[in-house]
DNA sequence: TGCACACGTTGACTTGGATCAAAGGGGCTC
DNA sequence: GAGCCCCTTTGATCCAAGTCAACGTGTGCA
């Protein structure tokens, strides 16, 4: 599947988004709201935004004004250093909020890129802040997602600047595992929606890198790995070898 | 100057502290913000604590209750993994906050410790949270600060999984200098709070790593340092090193 | 249906930074 | 003000991951 060209502009639905009838209430920003409360998200959350793979969702450098709940699909955030190197920051799935890098300078810091067809439910910010201010379970809950994300990318400092290539695809692998299951998905069977190349970027490592780690794993019978359909076979061998350092 | 073991139990300090006689209004919380705004403030930040070089403001694992705004001093954030790896998260300085990887789970998730004397401003987080409802101008700052983390973090992300050694050290320093000059201290010229250890477990770097950078760029005339003293001799030099990939 | 082409795997070789080791310097503490 | 300990520097060697290269493979479009 190559990345399409964008084959048409971008389409914002005009149907009403309904935050009330959505089946990610509980891991979304309604949560822990009354019923009440929700119907007021409701009047907020302005519209739904399709995007299809390989397109935009937003740019660095791009104003902000909204940030966006994943209601469907897949993405991954990237920055870029002027010389066209690339980190991709994160990847984010169903029930998951993008665009808080915006909020400080009220442009984008980095790109949000839907690595399948997606769908987004656009949450103007000014409206956020406005009710958060009526809805005390709302402002907080909000104040911890962001909390999560700030621990979130210590977890990734952690990975990048102390572990071994190996011990960095096990915890990425482990992560996915969770958070799929999280959703409802098997904890151990999934499709990688990203390439090698953006797993390795993730993970500051190449991708021949990448793949010879997933190789090793396979001949471990800790996974079993086709192209980008994962199965994991041994959870506690994976969180062993993410652990425990071999030297030393 | 060796650790000190703590010579004396935790003094919380019944000085009321006053924002609005605070010289970094205008880089803390209380950033623009009218007078009377300000006054509101001062009732919140509850006491100031100081603490002595080596001694930790709050260790992960501890209950949140606060978060903390650096009045003076130095500190750094660090993580630590089963086996003893340890991951630099942060220094912070005069007007930065502390303690926002608590507001998530509650539960603080990074150690704090004072890399010099130090004192912080205790602000409960739930007054914050209280205030930030009254005052759009208060809430709207926070979030900013709270972006601003998670942007920085993604510049460290950057750093660690795409740049080589000396430009990681480049950008470290380029980025403590024009912390610097916001705090109208010279822009060239500074001490290093941190071991060459605490830059390389921030940089993901070994410490020998660190020395050996450092030595390099004052052979290349582009620094002058002597231990912890830095003297930038050449700062476009440090960024173009920065920026411009020697290889491909 | 078949053919590109992007994506993935694997091998051979190189290299930047880690590791190991040893010696010098500063500033607390007694 | 002497001594010690920690921090820093520098050198020699090693190795994990990067680089370069060539060959598979699957899938989306003509």
Chains 1, 2 share one sequence.
Request: glycine share 6%.
């Amino acid at each position: 599947m190559p990345n399409r060209k964008v084959v048409q502009p971008i389409t914002l639905s005009v149907i009403k988004t309904a935050c009330s009838n959505c089946n990610l209430q509980e891991i979304c920003l309604p949560l822990g709201l009354t019923h009440e409360e929700v119907e007021k998200l409701d009047e907020m959350v302005s519209a739904r935004r399709r995007l299809k793979r390989g397109e935009h969702l937003y740019r660095a450098g791009e104003a902000f004004s909204a940030i966006y709940a994943v209601r469907s699909g897949f993405f991954k955030t990237d920055v870029l250093l002027e010389d066209g190197r690339e980190q991709v920051t994160g990847f984010q799935m169903t029930g998951e909020l993008l665009g808080l890098d915006g909020i400080s300078t009220e442009i984008h810091s980095c790109n949000s890129v839907a690595l399948e067809d997606s769908e987004v439910c656009t949450i103007p910010f000014s409206h956020l802040e406005g009710l958060s201010r009526e809805i005390q379970t709302l402002q907080h809950h909000f104040h911890k997602v962001m909390s999560r994300e700030i621990v979130r990318d210590h977890g990734v400092m952690m990975l990048l600047g102390t572990m071994r290539a190996e011990e960095r695809l096990a915890a990425f692998l482990l992560n996915l595992s969770q958070r799929f299951t999280a959703r409802g998905y098997s904890p151990a069977e999934f499709y990688l929606r990203m390439t090698r190349e953006e797993i390795g970027s993730y993970l500051g490592l190449k991708l021949e890198t990448v793949s010879r780690a997933f190789s090793r794993f396979q001949e471990e019978g800790l996974i079993a790995v086709q192209q980008k359909h994962v199965r994991i076979l041994n959870t506690p061998g994976l969180k062993r070898l993410m652990n425990h350092h071999t030297r030393e």
